[in-house]
């Protein structure tokens, strides 16, 4: 075999070899089986990105494929931080390019109850990639409990928008069993009180009673207070006053603790609200029966319930039942 026959030999199997192994990058695919999701920090060097990929178990195989693709994506010198769900088998150059490109799959975030902000902030700041959050007492109101879809990336002050924009369309939609906006509602039932304000008493419901029945009627008491000047003494603003909320007995001593939230030695509303409340609380408040009562007091029964009056006497008397059957349980 001549040199120049040689040659051509080994040009052939090289450019054999290189499109094979182009072949093979352009066909390598991830070896999860299921979805797996990925977080990506900023910043994300190379090397941290494929040790997450490795500990997903996406490129068991394929390190020299996603090294060359990464390569000619820029990975190796930038990488867009984020969430990223892979499917299952994704093929690497796809990989590659929502990696580069910044291509995120939003993360579903449930925002339950919170009573403070630094509750709120707490929470944020394990779920979201910022560790900055510090939504503000007078922002809380605009936090409304539900699961969202958003970017793991969401800065604060995104996040406080998008809040702002489900706090307007939540008053914009119907309350529960009605076809009429909340923000209507509210301006016909009660045009005293603001959004805000209304946010602010359904927490104090909320944080009353988890007996969806009795809400509406617990809602009218505290009305009924307010339109008579009576300060609202509500208990759960004591718990909030004291910061000990597993309190199961408010005493004396508790009534007296300062802070404008207690509503025993301040009266109308607490500033803020003292918890984020549900959409049943609030359309509870919307849904209030004309009644009576200005007063309530939990059932001696202990089961959740509640026993209304209109008159202190009577009031007294529930009271005095109540406070016999906690004794007998050994509650002080």
Not at 180 to 195: C, I, M, N, V, Y
Not at 257 to 280: E, M, Q
């Amino acid at each position: 075999m001549t040199l120049r026959h040689t040659l051509i030999l080994l040009a052939t199997s090289a450019a054999l070899a290189l499109s094979a192994a182009a072949v093979f990058t352009l066909t390598a695919r991830t070896t999860n089986p299921t979805p797996e999701r990925i977080y990506l920090p900023s910043p994300t060097s190379y090397q941290a990105l494929t040790d997450s990929l490795h500990a997903h178990h996406l490129i068991d195989r394929h390190q020299a494929a996603l090294s060359l693709l990464a390569r000619t994506a820029g990975l190796h010198s930038h990488i867009a931080p984020g969430s990223y769900l892979v499917a299952p088998r994704t093929p690497l150059p796809a990989l590659a390019r929502t990696l580069a490109r910044g291509q995120q799959t939003p993360i579903r975030l449930t925002l339950g109850k919170f009573r403070t902000p630094d509750q709120l902030n707490h929470y944020l700041n394990l779920h979201l990639m910022a560790d900055s959050f510090a939504i503000p007492l007078d922002s809380l109101h605009l936090i409304r409990p539900d699961t969202y879809e958003l970017y793991w990336t969401t800065a604060p002050e995104v996040f406080l928008r998008r809040m702002h924009r489900e706090y307007d369309r939540f008053w914009s939609r119907p309350a529960a069993g009605t076809s009429t906006p909340r923000a209507d509602l509210l301006k016909s039932l009660h045009p005293a009180l603001t959004a805000e304000q209304a946010i602010i008493l359904a927490s104090i419901i909320e944080e009353e009673t988890n007996n969806a029945q009795e809400k509406p009627l617990i809602a009218s008491v505290y009305l009924n207070r307010l339109s008579h000047g009576i300060p609202l003494q509500a208990d759960p603003t004591v718990k909030y006053a004291v910061g000990d909320f597993t309190l199961r007995r408010i005493l004396a001593a508790h009534l007296h603790t300062p802070s404008p939230f207690n509503t025993y030695l301040h009266p109308g509303l607490p500033p803020a609200p003292i918890c984020t409340p549900s959409a049943s609380s609030v359309d509870a408040l919307l849904a209030a029966p004309a009644t009576p009562y200005l007063y309530f007091c939990a059932s001696p029964a202990m089961d959740g319930t509640h026993r209304f009056a209109a008159t202190l006497t009577q009031h007294q008397h529930n009271a005095a039942l109540f406070h016999a059957a906690l004794n007998r349980r050994g509650i002080h």
